[in-house]
């Protein structure tokens, strides 16, 4: 028998608690379904203990990145990023990244062989399944306007955005890292960001914290290793039922401190590089790098160390190709049709475009995901006997918008009518329970007491029934019935069914 892995996602929501509890948001707003007034509009008489309580609930802003970054999105990373933008709304995906967040606490007490090797069986299921490496998990919680909504700080369009590496490396130097960092540590210049703790929050009245939900903690009982740990007060709130709290203060958390370094060893280097910082310049704007990244081009040190190197101090020192390097990481699933082909940008576009051109002239089997993914959307948004929708990148980018919008609110406000249709049934089992126990009662007048709880349920669950939920949508989005539910089911096929590989894979 097959062993199960502890870390094989299973269908519960962990990974998405987990994106909200790292998640940085703005653009967000208050979405409230009144639902007494609802009661009014459809004539319902019979009302249950369940619907005493209206539906208020966060959801994000038209305006928020998230959509913004797609309505930009460029021609040239256009599959990779609308792929990127499907995988990180997939449940499983959302699980395995909490297991990979929490693989230091499950391994604590274990050898480090075992850790080891249950990473690289989920770092092989990531790629199997996604097509993407477990190494960019940082990268892409630090990038993707999905998780970190304050992107826009420091990167005006992160999807767009993309860094030409030009060697010699710091790799390419014999014992380069060391250089690299003594020769920081002498100047005064070598950082280590030194993550910052909770703190607690003294006087704070109920109104502070209505406005600052967003960025109030609470400590609770890490339910995965037992230990103390802190959630958002938001997320909390939502799940209840599954942490256990501490205590009734509230925290927060101050952004990571950078200390300079006056003396270092070998131990600080082995386990805490990616702390380790020295202040590049890039877009124009300076910020601190850490020494982690590979590869670190030579041309972003201090021009002072760059002066000091001469050609005995390169391990090769042969001509090597620039790297091209999105901000965002690159998806490849394990069958997925890579060529790697040398670009000069010196030479005349047309040159360039007109050797890619050759290239895939000369490639087989080559199927166009954008063309059939666009096609899709046309036989979706297309009105009547008008043309499809215009070619042009902008209505094509607002299109692809629209979609991951409608996809998200039908998760989360979906996800508040699922609940209450939970607690009206849960309430009517109680109800029939309560009847089924009268002693008092006969069987005709218990099983008329029993339709007429089958009624009033059935009144009930209209108000959050499918197209209840259609309604709502459509209400925030402005745009038509059909349009609403067929972006949704084509979105539900490529994220939740997984049909995004088509796209990693170009079919």
């Keep these: 028998m097959q062993k199960k892995y502890k870390t094989d996602p299973i269908n519960d929501n962990i990974g998405e608690q987990y994106f909200d509890l790292i998640r940085k948001s703005v653009f967000w707003e208050e979405y409230i379904y009144d639902v007494q007034q609802k009661i009014k509009d459809e004539k319902i008489i019979l009302e249950m203990k369940a619907l005493d309580s209206l539906i208020k609930v966060q959801i994000p802003s038209k305006e928020n990145i998230r959509y913004l970054h797609i309505k930009n999105f460029g021609d040239h990373e256009l599959s990779n990023n609308l792929a990127l933008d499907m995988i990180v709304r997939n449940q499983e995906f959302q699980n395995y990244m909490y297991h990979i967040a929490v693989i ?24 199997e399944k996604f097509g993407f490496d477990i190494k960019e998990k940082i990268n892409l919680i630090a990038h993707h306007p999905f998780i970190n909504e304050r992107i826009t700080n420091y990167l005006d369009n992160v999807a767009n955005e993309s860094l030409i590496l030009n060697p010699p490396f710091i790799s390419d130097i014999k014992n380069g890292l060391r250089r690299v960092i003594d020769f ?73 401190q950078k200390q300079l370094i006056s003396d270092i060893d070998d131990e600080i280097i082995e386990n805490y590089l990616y702390l380790l910082c020295i202040p590049i310049t890039t877009f124009g704007k300076e910020k601190l790098a850490s020494l982690v990244e590979n590869p670190f081009p030579i041309e972003f040190l201090d021009e002072e160390f760059k002066s000091s190197l001469i050609g005995d101090d390169f391990i090769d020192f042969s001509m090597q190709d620039s790297k091209y390097k999105t901000i965002l990481p690159n998806l490849k699933l394990t069958s997925s049709k890579s060529i790697n082909i040398p670009i000069n940008p010196n030479l005349p576009l047309a040159e360039q475009i007109a050797k890619l051109t050759n290239l ?72 029939k329970k309560r009847i089924k126990e009268n002693k008092q009662y006969g069987k005709e007048v218990k099983k008329h007491e029993y339709n007429k709880i089958e009624e009033k349920l059935k009144n009930n669950l209209s108000l959050f029934s499918k197209t209840a939920l259609d309604n709502e949508i459509q209400k925030i989005t402005t745009l038509e019935i059909s349009k609403i539910r067929g972006l949704h089911s084509l979105m539900q096929e490529y994220i939740d069914e997984s049909k995004f590989k088509n796209v990693i894979l170009g079919q």
Excluded: C, W
């Design 360 to 431: 895939h002239l000369n490639t087989k089997d080559i199927k166009s995901f954008i063309e059939t993914f666009d096609k899709e959307i046309e036989n979706i948004i297309k009105i009547k006997n008008s043309k499809y929708v215009a070619k042009t990148k902008k209505l094509r980018n607002r299109d692809y918008a629209n979609a991951f919008f409608i996809y998200d609110l039908y998760k989360i406000i979906g996800k508040e009518f699922h609940q209450k249709i939970l607690e009206l049934e849960k309430e009517a089992e109680v109800n």
């Design 104 to 127: 230091d606490y499950e391994f604590e007490m274990k050898p480090p062989k075992q850790k080891e090797k249950h990473y690289k069986i989920l770092q092989s299921k990531m790629i």
């Design 184 to 256: 920081y540590l002498k100047k005064k210049k070598l950082y280590i960001l030194i993550p910052s703790d909770y703190e607690t929050i003294d006087n704070i009245n109920l109104e502070n914290i209505d406005k600052n939900k967003g960025n109030l903690y609470v400590k609770i009982v890490n339910p995965n290793n037992l230990k103390n740990d802190y959630i958002l007060l938001s997320v909390y709130e939502d799940y209840k039922d599954r942490f256990n709290r501490v205590n009734d203060l509230f925290y927060k958390l101050p952004a990571p």
